[in-house]
């Protein structure tokens, strides 16, 4: 007897006939942010699609078009104490190992914005495809927190220079900008995105799967080689941050601006 699809309060899943399994992060009215549970809902999903003989490849998405994924969900990370970071980590541990450790081939189908862990997400994929209209960026430092695991994600796709780039000054990459730095595989119209999703997930999931399931055990181990001490860091780094309050104050000032109605 087959397992049923199963069913999450923030994370939704279905799957096609084609073999590809389309996990939705489903919080359009907050970007589609990062929270814990919504963490733990994307490792299960994960989790899900790997063991399912049928899945032959994952298509991740946001709903709706204002984002992709909007990282970690402020309102509560504006409740941190350098005593929280440990938990914190850990929960982006477990899931940037769900996407790693998945056997089947993965595309980030990229709507809108994908900041900080949310742009984390899509690059631990294997291929990422965006949007016109979607922007890429590690945008912590407005919030006065490092940007230690993004710089690990970054490093070694495009280099000191361009990492620095985005992690010093928290600018958004527009979508053809990120195409033309190799982040993307290609930009489509926004109509066009999940079609166009789907079809690269299809050409993968066609792939001999032994062949996939062994390069990417070495790709996941390339990319992994400096993640231990980037999390180590970004455990001292964050306590550090956090407990001058600053990052703090600034996500408790923009969550009462956006309440406000103001963006300024």
Known sequence: MSEATPSYPNVS??????????????????????????KDELVAALSYADRTDS???VVLTGAGERAFAA????????????EAI????DSFHRLYSAV????KPTVAAVNGYAVGAGFQLALLCDLRIASSGAKFGMAEIDDAIPCITGTWTLYDSIGHSRTADLILTGRMLPAEEAKSWGLVSEVVAPEDLMTKGRALAVLLGAKPAVAVRLNKNRLAWLLSRERE??????RQAHAEAYGTGLPQAKMADFLARRREGRSE
């Open 13 to 38: 899943v279905s799957l096609g006939d084609d073999g590809t399994c389309e996990v939705v992060i489903n919080r359009p009215d907050r970007l589609n942010a990062l929270s814990v549970g919504v």
């Open 71 to 82: 990282g970690q969900d402020l309102s509560e990370a504006q409740e941190f104490s350098p």
């Open 86 to 89: 440990d938990g914190w980590i």
């Open 229 to 234: 001490s980037a999390e180590s860091f970004a």
């Open 55 to 57: 899945v032959k490849s």
């Open 100 to 103: 790693l450790d998945c056997s």
